[in-house]
């Protein structure tokens, strides 16, 4: 069983467009995230979701929007897709006990902007 | 805001050598660890590191949060073909969980034949 599942693995679509992105755990964790990793591997943080509430937002433009309707499930959407939007997104969840800072990550969503 | 230094950036060895990489941040952490991702993969944990002085293993893998909470290393002995990839340091400063997780640049690990 996969813990955390995202979909699709690879989009690939032309600028102007508006695209979504899926995510979900079955490992009963509370919180939830989404990381961006660029061409040269860095991973950045955009999104953090506790429980149904937006914890982190990072400095990301308003065309991104995550979503979670519920603690499982953490989706996110792009509209106006741009050519540097093009990256590897990774979505990660945690349970966050004092002390506990491990993440599980998705498999990633390697997206592609013509 | 924080930032992690990785280094070194890369490396490239013969199979069975010892391996060293580390992290150095300006700001203390009260939590470290490393991760690991594998082509076409997402991270994955290695070791977390939660005391000052703290040294960890996990089979051939040893990691220890620096005295000073602004460093930590990774040491791999004896490194097999499985271990190639790209490693990557995090730090926490909250002790509320992976909130604002800092990641460091990464290690990539190439191991020659």
């Known amino acids: 069983d996969t813990a955390v599942s995202q979909t699709p693995k690879y989009l690939v679509t032309q600028m102007g467009n508006d695209k979504s992105i899926k995510c979900e755990q079955n490992?009963?964790?509370?919180?939830m995230y989404w990381y961006k990793q660029d061409s040269k591997k860095f991973l950045k943080i955009m999104f953090s979701?506790?429980?149904?509430?937006?914890?982190i937002n990072e400095t990301v433009p308003n065309r991104f929007s995550p979503k979670s309707p519920d603690k499982a499930h953490l989706n996110l959407h792009i509209n106006s897709l741009e050519l540097g939007d093009s990256a590897v997104y990774f979505c990660?969840?945690?349970?966050?006990?004092?002390?506990?800072?491990?993440?599980?990550f998705g498999e990633g969503s390697r997206l592609t902007v013509l | 805001g924080q930032q992690l230094n990785q280094s070194p950036q890369s490396m490239f060895i013969q199979e069975g050598e010892d391996v060293s990489m580390n992290c150095t941040s300006s700001?203390?952490?009260?939590?470290w660890l490393w991760y690991k991702q594998d082509p076409g993969e997402g991270p994955v944990l290695l070791i977390a590191?939660?005391?000052?002085?703290e040294l960890t293993s996990n089979g051939r893998l040893t990691a220890q949060f620096g005295i000073t909470r602004k460093d930590s290393f990774l040491n791999i002995s004896a490194s097999i073909p499985s271990d190639v990839g790209i490693y990557f340091c995090?730090?926490?400063?909250?002790?509320?969980?992976?909130?604002?997780?800092?990641f460091g640049q990464g290690t990539r690990l190439t191991i020659n034949p």
């Open positions: 990660a969840s945690s349970q966050d006990s004092p002390g506990l800072g491990e993440l599980f």
């Open positions: 490992l009963g964790h509370d919180t």
């Open positions: 979701y506790n429980n149904k509430e937006l914890i």
């Open positions: 700001s203390i952490f009260n939590t």
């Open positions: 590191l939660y005391k000052a002085g």
């Open positions: 995090a730090g926490q400063l909250s002790p509320q969980g992976a909130q604002k997780l800092v």
